[in-house]
């Protein structure tokens, strides 16, 4: 406030960016009023257009996918793989065609994709990827940050994530041919940017955009947040390893699936989820927590069932997706979730189990 300086791209909006490029070797990180906002920039700078498909996981939050489909883009919905929400390699290889311009992928619950093949797959047939990395800050993939594989990335500060300014988000941009257009893109298409560091005496529209660029006051709150971010991480990492450790042998031995740890990831203790049996067990473990006051939470709809894009998407099944959409169950897992209380979750979820009738 005492800055006088309220709008966007001021002091705050910088320190965020050296920061996220300093901690993570982004190329380019630059604030988005969310990110959702930061997918639509995506898709300007992609360039994409009424010809083109793009390959989106169909278990994901609808930004994956609307992003795209705003641009006049036909989406093309891929399943998840068996054993985890996201998206199953195999299943690009068979959707790209000649057509394809994009690949997104969603890093659920802060856990890679398979990033290795899905890179050769996009390498091979000229795609693009871009890392819906809305849940993900922080997390790896053979040690390297996620949002730094794909050609453009986004990162989501709402209050649902990690780390939060209330709405917020990031687009990185890791290759330097879109860097002077995504300045652009993002300050309604003008040289703003270029004209408030001296480099040209007035600004002008060059291309489309938009407003995508928080105010200060956002970004300043980030800041606090960012700085705080080790700290944030390693209560949340012990919270997600006290659910392992507590709940993961009940589990197991009742054939209940849950968030596993994977080769090459480290997560970032985004989410903490189970897989039931049946979508009839899952509501009645939702309905019993909600009795005790523990607020779990399923998660996405597939989104070639939903109402807006069923009838484009035509019969192709995508099962695993449908399943985890059906039987994923997340428990409480946040930056003040006391240990009383996790232990009164944990306990409360052992005595469901128990209580299960074997399969
Ligand atoms: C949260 C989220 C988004 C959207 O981010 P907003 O900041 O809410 O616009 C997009 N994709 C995924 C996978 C998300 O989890």
Redesign the pocket.
Known sequence: MASEKLSGDGSFTKRCHELLEHRYGFQQALLTT????A?ELAALLASIGPNDEVIVPSF??V??ANAFALRGARIVFADSCGDNPNVDPDELERLITPKTKVIVV?H?AGMACEMDRIMTIAQHSGVMVVE?A??ALDATYNGMPLGSFGVFS?F???D??NITCG???LLVVNDSRYARRAEIIREKGTNRAAFFRGEVDRYGWLELGSSFLPSELNAAFLLGQLERIEDIQARRAQILSTYLAELGPVLSRAGIDMLQPRARCVGNAHTFYLVLRSLQERSDLLQFLSSHGISAASHYNSLHRSVYFRSLHGDRALPASDRFSDCLLRLPLYFGLHEREQAFIVESVRGWVKALSPR
């Open positions: 969310s990110g959702t906002d997918l994901t939050f930004s994956s969603v659920y819906d809305a849940q986004a989501s500060f709402h649902t994530k709405e917020g988000g």
